[in-house]
Structures are given as structure tokens and as C-alpha cells.
């Protein structure tokens, strides 16, 4: 499950103006940071030479060697004047503040080979050495690691480049990373060719042949999406595409391609976008299309009504077009939550799905935001005001991050009864949208999508044949249009939905990190937490493995239970004790053993990512520096309420959420509050350290008022598979990914979904790109050992599905 919203304010990177000096002589040269490295190289070619940059008498920047400055390089970028810029790191300073790129020698040795010269990679990675050294500049992208960040990507001329060169003719570079501006939190980049152009002229230079600096297009400011643009032919980028889906027990990561698309979605007014009945796409957010589709609000109301629900939509086309006989048509995915932002997640990982699947076969990627989510209307935000919603959410932590005592669950009870109150009043429009949310009346939306998809499919094609005898043959009533799906955790519900309600429907159907859809219905969270504790334990244990480079550790510990019992004292010592603290915004609050357990099992989602700040944060709080503890609740300060509204922003995640689970699920409001101290208890035995934190998810519907109009409750299961698309019966078996270690998604969630799909495979490899060509699945029980491990520098570019 991901429950943490999206924002969508956006921070541009301005021009570092910097001055240099070397020698100890005065100021040399002014101007940005890569033109002062460009006029540099000119002055001093490869000589060394100590380099300090500032930008006051205050400041200093760095040279890239030293990232331990006193002020983030980030924060300049950002033309952030504030020195408490860098107290928002929710990550330490030191970690992962390069990377290496062996993956793009190939790229380098390319521009080599005209020259004859012939240099290896030189894997070791160490300060000293080599025997020439040269900074520099390339450009690239940068997307959070954060999932709970505001700031989706960037742009950047300026990624900072110490290139090495080594005796044997090796050579190697550390590519500095960036710091987001909206969390701090270090990025990884993905690089365009200017990587291994500025490297192999360094090379070129160094063998003493003459040759000319590699372009450089000056100014300050955004760059250029033209300097940004990356050559999907280029070797690099071949070398890119070849990369598959990896699975790292239990979080979804995937060899990434290398992107130039501004992923900001407040910069794109999708009031401008008309709703229409028919589905017809305008170009938005840099080589995207998006439409706002309409839908009947009641699919069940046989009357006439002009209510209307306007869903917004993105793709990201196929490299090919429509009527290429290598076209594989469109995968929709959706990024679970519920109630996250399809479009946001096609913005951030729409390429790195479609270079999972494209193969023989190129698929277009397509998404969009279900009923009340994001930027379809009406929302489901129950709040007039950001000060109201801020108001609400402080109040509720009064008592949500306590026990589960008969006592405190009565007023945990009746602000959930008040919150259910609040979002079941009638909207402008005369009635509640969260009414009309749940997963039914979305997977009802989708065949009328997969229709309007078809339909425009067909119209192109006829617009591009030359003659009238060349128009398609319309098709049979058994041929109709059929979905090609991918969805992450609660959209393997929402498949499953659409599998059991419409299986004649259905071509492909991979669903990730698999929910049960009886517990669903049910309201009954306890199978998810079948491995919860494992994903605790592999922490701990990876943890002792990793020794000095896992903060947590020590030198006198035997076992990783040294760490883990550490960590448990200070549990134990927050539950006797909450500790006061101030939040970022200067907002006083307290760190409670809840908040602290919460912030654990986020961090099981994403552990090669998230399992270093993780530990930083629990050794930072046993030294009583709770700073990062804190920053880990996303914890701000009260919303200022003469701030207006940032466009496109999207608060209301958490309230999308309840209207789908409680929708979705069984009426539970007449249960006492004796029930739910039975129901935390009984999670709590499953999971003693999260239990609790997944109970009150269905404890959230104790006081939800609006029931939903149209509801499916099963049963959960499809006819066996046939592959030439005979009525009522899916074109191929479902593909079901789980992990081997999973801390709400358990594998044996997704062996118990697969006995009602016959012929479905359940898998914990990486084989989607056969599957969605053609359909055919893995030996059963296939696995692969993962590529990458928490702890350890990762060689391939990554994102995180959602999960």
C-alpha cells in the first residue's frame, strides 16, 4: 500500500554565479559553474590544481572531491539563500554522494575507436591512485528517491564530473549527485550523452591528441529541452533498453532509459483540456498526450442524468505509430494507493514501464486518475481551505500515534466518525463523489476507455490508408477491444476486479504486489502482514552484514540482534516517554514509538533506497537527536492561509483512499470500539512492531459514512484462458509478481489469488517483456537472485514502482 500524497510545486535550477581561485592567487575567472570549468580546462588544461568556489566570503561551494561542505552545492542551485536549508536532509550528507557508470563505457570506447585508442573501466573506486585527474560538467535528469517528496524530477546542465585516469590505460569517473529542493534527499542521475563525450575527449586530450572541446551551450537558467534530448539509438541508449524488470525482495525497481520530459504537473492547466464523450488527446508535459474522458457518474442508474464524472488521462505513445505491424497497443497501469495519481505515475515511470515491456512488440503507456483523484473532477477533497485540512491533521495526531486502549480508541472512534461526517456532505454539484468511487465503478470506466482507445486506433488507421478499399474491416462482435494491464498493490485489486467482472475483456493482465481480494472486501488486513516482521529482520540483518557502512552498527555487536534490540529500547522508551521535538516549520510536536514505527516500515517498501536514510534516523535518535526522525513524518508547519492554492496541487490523497477502501469494503461503522481494540490486538500478535499501523487503515471506515452505489464483492476468479479471443474468456492467463520478502504484498497473497485465475503463474523474475509480446508465461516457481542489494552502489539506474 502507499498511502502519502503528491504535490506539485516545482523548483527550476538557476546558474550558480561562482568565483574561482587557484594558486592562492585572487579571483580568476566568473560566469556559471560549467562555463568557469570549460574556461579552465583552457587556461590549465591538464594540470592540476586546487579548486575552492564562492559565492560570499561565507559560502563555500566545493570542488566535487569535498562533498562535506558547509553549505549544500543544492541549495545554491536552488538560489536558496537560508543556511537551514540543509537541515531538511532526510538523508546523510555523506551517502551516495556519487556514482560510477561502468553501464556507458561502451558509449566511450565508441567515440574512442576513430582515434585507435583502447582504455578499460576501471571498476575500484578510491581517492587516490590514479594519475591524472579533471573536473567537468555534463547533463542529465534527476528524479527523487523520496516517495513522499513534493518534486517529481529535474533537469540539470551542471552534474558535476571528476574524471581519473589510471596507469594500463584505465580510467573512471565519479558523477556527483544532486540534492532535491523540496526534501533534500540525494538522486542518482540519469545521464545524456554528454557523458561519454566529455569523457572521451578528456581521454583523447590526455593521449595528446588534438581535438576540439565538446559542445557546451552556455546561459543560465532551465536548460534547453534540446540539450536534454537523448539518442535512442545511440549505443548508450541501446545498451539502456536492454535493461528488464528487477525484483529485490519485494520492492519493484527497474533498469531505467535515459529521459528528457518535464514531469512537473502544475505546470500544465488541465482546465484548458475540454472533457468530451469521445477520446481525443492534446499534446502536454513534453512528448505526452492527455485527454479528460467523461463518464456516466452512476453507472448503475438506468434514468437519463446529465451528472458526469471527467476522468483525466495521459500516454506516453509507442515509439512506433498505430498501424506499424510491430504496434502492441496500450498497456493502462495503474500506481495503487488507492487514490494515486495515474498521471504522475506515467509522468515518473511511464518510460521505465515501457522499456520493461518494449521488445518485439512497442507498447504505448497509459493512465489515468480514477474517480475523485487528482486532477479528474469533481475531487474527492473533503476541505475548503489548506488551513482546514491542516487543522484536522494536527488534531488527529493528539491521539492516532497512541495505544489502542479501550480509552483512546474512543476518541480515535468519534474523530473518525467526525472526518466521515465531513467528507459525506453533498458537493456543489448536489451529491457526495465519494459515493461513486469505489472499485467497481472504475473498473466500469475502463471498458469504456479500452472502447474509446480502439475506436480512435481504428480511425487513425483509416486516416492514414490511401484508399477507400483499404479501410479495415470492422470487427466481429466476439473481437472487441481487450485491456493489456499492469497494476502495483491496490491495482491488483482494481485488476482483479476488472478480470472477474469482465474476463471476455481482458489480453493481458500482470498484476504486482498481490492484494486478496476477499481480505479486501473484507475489510480484514491480517494476511498482508504475513512477512512484515521478515522485512524487519532483513533490515537488522543486512544491516550487521553491511558493518560500517550501516550507521546502526557496532563494533561490539555479535549478531544483527544487537542492533535489533537497540532499536527496541528506544521503542520502548518513546511508548513510556514521547520526546518533545520541532518540527521543520519551527512547529512544536512530539516523536512517539508509533511515528517511529511508521517510519520503519515506509522504509521497507523501498530498501536499497530508503534502508541507509533509515538507519541514519534510528542512530541519530539513540544519540537523543530526533531532527531526521521528525523530518520522516513530513511533518511541516501549519498551512499559511493567505497562501493560495498551488495549481495542480493534490492534497486529498489520504481522503481518496479512505472513500476506495471504505467503499470497496464491508460496512463497519456499527462496530464499538471494543471490536477494534480485539481487531488491534489480533494484527498486533500477527506483527507486534506494525500491526497496529496497518489496523488503522479499516479503522479508518469505523466512522465513514458514504456507502457506495455500485459495489463487487466477488466472487474473484476467471474462466481458463483462450487465445483466440472466444467470448467470455481471457486471451491469456494472468501474470501475478510477488517477492520473496514483501511487508504488506506476502507472496502467498498472490498463490491464494492465483488458484482462482486457472492457468496464471505467480513469478518473482523478471519476464514481463515475452508476457505482454505474446502472451506466454514462465515455468512455475521461476525466480532470479537480485541484481541489487540495500547498502551496496547500484551500477543500474532505478525506479520504484509503487507499491
Same mark, same amino acid.
Given at each position: 500500500m502507499q498511502t502519502p500524497g503528491f504535490a506539485n510545486s516545482r523548483g527550476q535550477y538557476p546558474t550558480a554565479q561562482t568565483s574561482i581561485s587557484g594558486f592562492g592567487q585572487g579571483p580568476l575567472l566568473t560566469g556559471s559553474l560549467g562555463e568557469a570549468a570549460e574556461q579552465l580546462e583552457q587556461r590549465f588544461a591538464a594540470t592540476p590544481f586546487a579548486l575552492s568556489a564562492f559565492t560570499?566570503?561565507?559560502?563555500?561551494?566545493?570542488?566535487?572531491?569535498?562533498?562535506?561542505?558547509?553549505?549544500?552545492?543544492?541549495?545554491l542551485l536552488h538560489n536558496d539563500p537560508s543556511p537551514a536549508a540543509d537541515s531538511t536532509s532526510t538523508m546523510p550528507r555523506g551517502t551516495r554522494a556519487w556514482s560510477l557508470f561502468p553501464e556507458h563505457h561502451g558509449s566511450v570506447e565508441d567515440l574512442l575507436q576513430d582515434e585507435g585508442l583502447d582504455f578499460d573501466f576501471n571498476h575500484t573506486d578510491r581517492e587516490s591512485g590514479? $594519475?591524472?585527474?579533471?573536473?567537468?560538467?555534463?547533463?542529465?535528469?534527476?528524479?527523487?528517491?523520496?516517495?513522499?517528496?513534493?518534486?517529481? +524530477?529535474?533537469?540539470?546542465?551542471?552534474?558535476?564530473?571528476?574524471?581519473?585516469?589510471?596507469? +594500463?590505460?584505465?580510467?573512471?569517473?565519479?558523477?556527483?549527485?544532486?540534492?532535491?529542493k523540496s526534501c533534500n534527499s540525494l538522486s542518482r542521475p540519469t545521464l545524456d550523452d554528454s557523458y561519454a563525450e566529455r569523457i572521451a575527449y578528456r581521454l583523447k586530450k590526455w593521449s595528446n591528441i588534438e581535438v576540439e572541446p565538446p559542445h557546451y551551450s552556455g546561459g543560465s537558467g532551465k536548460p534547453h529541452e534540446r540539450d536534454l534530448s537523448f539518442d535512442h539509438t545511440s549505443p548508450s541508449s541501446t545498451q539502456a533498453a536492454m535493461g528488464t524488470f528487477i525484483r529485490v525482495l519485494g520492492w519493484a525497481t527497474l533498469v531505467s532509459i535515459a529521459i528528457s520530459v518535464n514531469t512537473d504537473t502544475s505546470d500544465f492547466d488541465w482546465n484548458a483540456v475540454e472533457p468530451s464523450w469521445h477520446l481525443r488527446y492534446s499534446p502536454c508535459y513534453d512528448g505526452f498526450q492527455c485527454a479528460r474522458l467523461l463518464m456516466p457518474l452512476d453507472w448503475l442508474d438506468v434514468e437519463p442524468s446529465n451528472e458526469t464524472v471527467a476522468l483525466s488521462m495521459i500516454k506516453l505513445p509507442a515509439a512506433v505509430d498505430c498501424n506499424d505491424a510491430s504496434f502492441g497497443g496500450t498497456v493502462i497501469t495503474n500506481p495503487g494507493g488507492p487514490g494515486s495519481s495515474g498521471v504522475r505515475h506515467v509522468l515518473k515511470n511511464g518510460r521505465y514501464m515501457q522499456t520493461m515491456m518494449d521488445g518485439e512488440k512497442h507498447f504505448e503507456i497509459m493512465s489515468f486518475d480514477p474517480r475523485g483523484v487528482a486532477h479528474s473532477k469533481p475531487a474527492a477533497d473533503c476541505y475548503a481551505s489548506e488551513p482546514a485540512r491542516t487543522a484536522a491533521a494536527w488534531q488527529s495526531r493528539g491521539f492516532t500515534n497512541f495505544d489502542a486502549s479501550?480509552?483512546?480508541?474512543?476518541?480515535?472512534?468519534?474523530?473518525?466518525?467526525?472526518?466521515?461526517?465531513?467528507?459525506?456532505?453533498?458537493g456543489p454539484h448536489g451529491y457526495a463523489i465519494q459515493e461513486y468511487m469505489a472499485t467497481a465503478s472504475v473498473a466500469?470506466?475502463?471498458?469504456?476507455?479500452?472502447?474509446?482507445?480502439?475506436?480512435?486506433?481504428?480511425?487513425?488507421?483509416?486516416?492514414?490508408?490511401?484508399?477507400?478499399?483499404?479501410?479495415?474491416?470492422?470487427?466481429?462482435?466476439?473481437?472487441?477491444?481487450?485491456?493489456?494491464?499492469?497494476?502495483?498493490?491496490?491495482?491488483?485489486?482494481?485488476?482483479?476486479?476488472?478480470m472477474s467482472m469482465f474476463p471476455g475483456?481482458?489480453?493481458?493482465?500482470?498484476?504486482? +504486489?498481490?492484494?486478496?481480494?476477499?481480505?479486501?472486501?473484507?475489510?480484514?488486513?491480517?494476511?498482508?502482514?504475513?512477512?512484515?516482521?521478515?522485512?524487519?529482520?532483513?533490515?537488522?540483518?543486512?544491516?550487521?552484514?553491511?558493518?560500517?557502512?550501516?550507521?546502526?552498527?557496532?563494533?561490539?555487536?555479535?549478531?544483527?540482534?544487537? $542492533?535489533?534490540?537497540?532499536?527496541?529500547?528506544?521503542?520502548?522508551?518513546?511508548?513510556?516517554?514521547?520526546?518533545?521535538?520541532?518540527?521543520?516549520? %519551527?512547529?512544536?510536536?512530539?516523536?512517539?514509538? %508509533?511515528?517511529?514505527?511508521?517510519?520503519?516500515?515506509?522504509?521497507?517498501?523501498?530498501?536499497?533506497?530508503?534502508?541507509e536514510p533509515l538507519a541514519e534516523s534510528l542512530a541519530s535518535a539513540l544519540q537523543d537527536n530526533y531532527t531526521l526522525l521528525v523530518q520522516n513524518t513530513g511533518l511541516g508547519h501549519p498551512a499559511d492561509g493567505c497562501t493560495p492554492k498551488k495549481p495542480g496541487e493534490y492534497n486529498w490523497l489520504g481522503l481518496s483512499?479512505?472513500?476506495?477502501?471504505?467503499?470497496?469494503?464491508?460496512?463497519?461503522?456499527?462496530?464499538?470500539?471494543?471490536?477494534?481494540?480485539?481487531?488491534f490486538e489480533k494484527l498486533g500478535d500477527r506483527?507486534?512492531?506494525?500491526?497496529?499501523?496497518?489496523?488503522?487503515?479499516?479503522?479508518?471506515?469505523?466512522?465513514?459514512?458514504?456507502?457506495?452505489?455500485?459495489?463487487?464483492?466477488?466472487?474473484?476468479?476467471?474462466?481458463?484462458?483462450?487465445?483466440?479471443?472466444?467470448?467470455?474468456?481471457?486471451?491469456?492467463?494472468?501474470?501475478?509478481?510477488?517477492?520473496? $520478502?514483501?511487508?504488506?504484498?506476502?507472496?502467498?497473497n498472490a498463490h491464494r489469488v492465483s488458484k482462482s485465475h486457472p492457468g496464471s503463474r505467480v513469478l518473482s523474475q523478471r519476464v514481463v517483456r515475452t508476457y505482454m509480446a505474446t502472451g506466454a508465461l514462465p515455468d512455475e516457481g521461476a525466480q532470479c537472485e537480485p541484481d541489487c542489494v540495500p547498502w551496496e552502489q547500484c551500477d543500474d539506474e532505478r525506479t520504484s514502482l509503487p507499491r
Open positions: 560570499g566570503s561565507d559560502t563555500e561551494i566545493f570542488h566535487p572531491r569535498f562533498h562535506r561542505i558547509s553549505k549544500p552545492i543544492d541549495s590514479h $594519475i591524472k585527474e579533471y573536473d567537468t560538467n555534463v547533463m542529465g535528469r534527476f528524479a527523487c528517491p523520496n516517495a513522499n517528496c513534493t518534486q517529481l +524530477g529535474w533537469s540539470s546542465k551542471k552534474i558535476a564530473v571528476w574524471i581519473r585516469l589510471y596507469s +594500463g590505460s584505465r580510467y573512471n569517473a565519479r558523477v556527483y549527485n544532486q540534492r532535491c479501550a480509552e483512546n480508541l474512543k476518541y480515535q472512534k468519534a474523530f473518525a466518525a467526525a472526518r466521515g461526517l465531513q467528507c459525506a456532505k453533498p466500469r470506466d475502463m471498458v469504456r476507455i479500452i472502447d474509446e482507445i480502439e475506436s480512435l486506433h481504428q480511425k487513425t488507421l483509416a486516416q492514414k490508408l490511401q484508399h477507400e478499399a483499404q479501410k479495415p474491416v470492422t470487427s466481429k462482435p466476439d473481437n472487441v477491444a481487450r485491456l493489456q494491464y499492469y497494476g502495483t498493490s491496490y491495482g491488483t485489486f482494481l485488476g482483479n476486479t476488472f475483456r481482458v489480453k493481458r493482465m500482470v498484476l504486482d +504486489g498481490v492484494i486478496v481480494p476477499e481480505d479486501w472486501v473484507a475489510a480484514d488486513w491480517y494476511s498482508s502482514l504475513l512477512d512484515s516482521e521478515k522485512a524487519l529482520e532483513y533490515f537488522y540483518r543486512s544491516c550487521f552484514e553491511a558493518t560500517a557502512k550501516c550507521p546502526l552498527t557496532k563494533s561490539s555487536d555479535h549478531s544483527w540482534h544487537s $542492533i535489533r534490540d537497540r532499536v527496541r529500547t528506544l521503542l520502548g522508551e518513546l511508548e513510556a516517554s514521547p520526546r518533545p521535538a520541532l518540527t521543520q516549520g %519551527g512547529t512544536e510536536t512530539i516523536i512517539t514509538a %508509533g511515528m517511529v514505527r511508521s517510519s520503519i516500515f515506509k522504509a521497507l517498501y523501498q530498501p536499497i533506497d530508503k534502508f483512499s479512505s472513500a476506495i477502501v471504505c467503499g470497496d469494503a464491508q460496512d463497519v461503522t456499527h462496530h464499538d470500539e471494543h471490536y477494534w481494540q480485539g481487531y506483527s507486534p512492531e506494525f500491526g497496529h499501523n496497518v489496523a488503522k487503515i479499516p479503522f479508518t471506515c469505523s466512522g465513514w459514512k458514504s456507502r457506495p452505489k455500485y459495489r463487487f464483492t466477488g466472487p474473484f476468479s476467471s474462466p481458463e484462458s483462450d487465445p483466440s479471443n472466444k467470448q467470455e474468456r481471457p486471451s491469456a492467463p494472468a501474470l501475478l509478481l510477488s517477492s520473496w $520478502i514483501d511487508p504488506i504484498t506476502p507472496l502467498q
